[in-house]
């Protein structure tokens, strides 16, 4: 079976059909770059381009990089223009996709969902907490397999700033810190969610999770095991297709 996956994120907004059987793309991702400001009518175009490239016109699962309630409405916007606040993004995002039914989740969450089944969370109990590491910081938090929606730790208050702005991937390009100076700060916030919520199993996801051999041998005093995300930064676009075959049936 075959689902159609967008991930927006601060950055590029990138999808494909996905493999629900295997928990992989069906075909090679297509990427735009997120327009800036990400307004609600940019992103959507945005969106429309990637899906249509695939000419696919069955149900799209999205991902959205803030909190989503009720399975459409945007109530936070970090790294999006704010416009997107209070934004029914089923309702538009389905109608720039000509009707197409469409399913809004958190980003993270999205991720988590894929990795917990497919990936580095298969099979494992007790707390897990994903948490992509990317233009911002995305959370997923499960208990014994069952998601809790919408952390969004990486607002968490980490040396009086929003903790993304010291720990994302972004920050360590804008303020040009080695591996070793991100390692460091990425190791205190860890310890910060760790000290809230005693996970067994931090997985770290988004972009970087590709280069984990050269940041995670760095991260030392954590109790938890921490590992890379499997999928990689494809566990979005596997999770949002996945939510949209659950809503389908």
């Known amino acids: ?4 996956g967008v991930d927006i994120g601060g950055s590029g907004i990138k999808g494909a059909p996905v493999d629900l059987d295997r928990g992989d793309l069906a075909e090679e991702r297509y ?7 990400a307004t609600p009518d940019a992103v959507a175009d945005g969106v429309k381009e990637v899906v249509g490239h695939f ?12 909190v989503v309630t009720g399975g459409a409405t945007i109530r936070t916007a970090a790294n999006v223009d704010k416009n997107w606040i209070d934004t029914d993004a089923r309702a538009l995002l389905g109608a720039r996709l000509g009707g197409c039914p469409v399913t809004v989740l958190n980003d993270a969450d ?5 990795e917990m089944q497919f990936g580095a969370g298969r099979g494992r109990r007790g707390t897990v907490i994903l948490l992509t590491l990317g233009t911002g910081i995305g959370s997923a938090l499960f208990i014994d397999g069952e998601l809790v929606p919408n952390t969004e730790l990486g607002h968490l208050e980490l040396n009086g ?11 360590k390009e804008d ?4 591996w070793e100076q991100w390692a460091r700060r990425v190791t205190k916030y860890l310890a910060h969610v760790e000290m809230l919520f005693s996970p067994e199993l931090f997985i ?13 041998p760095l991260i030392g005093g954590i109790k938890a095991e921490i590992v890379p995300a499997q999928l990689q930064n494809n566990a979005g676009i596997v999770g949002a297709a996945m939510r949209a075959a659950k809503t389908a049936t």
């Open 1 to 4: 079976m075959q689902i159609f």
């Open 31 to 37: 990427k735009v770059l997120t327009p800036h400001p």
């Open 55 to 66: 000419d696919w016109t069955g149900p799209v699962g999205i991902t959205f990089p803030g």
């Open 110 to 114: 999205a991720a988590g969902v894929a």
């Open 161 to 171: 700033h929003d903790a993304e702005k010291r720990a994302s991937t972004k920050a």
């Open 175 to 178: 303020h040009e810190l080695t």
């Open 204 to 216: 770290i996801g988004g972009g970087v999770s590709r280069k984990a051999d050269r940041f995670l």
